[in-house]
């Protein structure tokens, strides 16, 4: 059982490049997360999509979009990456919106110079 | 919170015993919340949750207590096993759905 892939695992950006970070769930999960994990801070929600087809800002939307591309997949992308911006992303899904527990990707590493 | 990181507090534990990891929350409305285990290069994994008309709540080998009075709440791991080395994230959720997420503990277990 996959359960929710992220990719690519690795990524290293110049600044004001653009990125779309992958992110697939198998468990038929309606609800999909994005979060930031940084040194010295918990994850940190960036978007969220509730449902197919809607998508929703977290505590930390700036500089980031997401795209629902339907049940399955969440992309979430860097338009001009910034420094700031280098972190390690966790894709999260859960079978609805509500007291569920939500199922989190491997992350992936992303480094901006 | 506290995330993975340089400074996370951390419990050293003897292979056997009995592990308890504490956490405080913020939120006196939150209604659920989460344990997950998060070892090193992976996501976090679901261990156990509990709903807040709870108070105890037991798993294989995990309970989790929660006190509302003092908005505590404890993660017990029974004996103790190398592969319980990670660290370990509290989570509330209140009515607006959103996972919060604590300061993580780093448990060691020395064999």
């Known amino acids: 059982n996959a359960g929710v892939t992220q990719t690519p695992k690795f990524q290293v950006l110049k600044t004001g490049q653009s990125m779309t970070l992958q992110c697939a769930q198998d468990m038929n999960h309606n609800s999909m997360y994005w979060y930031r994990q940084d040194p010295g801070m918990g994850l940190r929600l960036i978007y969220y999509?509730?449902?197919?087809?809607?998508?929703d800002k977290g505590e930390v939307p700036n500089g980031y979009n997401v795209s629902r591309l339907n049940k399955r997949e969440f992309s979430l992308r860097l338009e001009s990456a910034a420094p700031s911006q280098t972190s390690v992303y966790f894709c999260?899904?859960?079978?609805?919106?509500?007291?569920?527990?939500?199922?989190f990707g491997d992350g992936t590493r992303l480094s901006i110079l | 919170g506290e995330s993975v990181g340089l400074h996370l507090p951390t419990l050293s534990v003897q292979e056997g015993d009995n592990s308890i990891i504490n956490c405080a929350y913020s939120n006196s409305a939150s209604d659920y919340f989460i344990w997950y285990k998060q070892e090193s290069g992976k996501g976090p994994q679901f261990i156990i949750d509990i709903r807040s008309n709870m108070d105890k709540r037991q798993g294989q080998r995990v309970t989790v207590l929660l006190n509302k009075t003092v908005k505590h709440l404890s993660l017990q791991i029974a004996a103790t096993q190398p592969g319980d080395s990670a660290v370990y994230f509290c989570?509330?959720?209140?009515?607006?759905?959103?996972?919060?997420f604590g300061s993580g503990t780093r448990l060691l277990v020395r064999p």
């Open positions: 989570a509330e959720m209140d009515s607006s759905y959103k996972l919060i």
């Open positions: 999509s509730a449902s197919e087809g809607t998508t």
């Open positions: 999260a899904s859960s079978p609805r919106e509500g007291y569920q527990p939500q199922h």
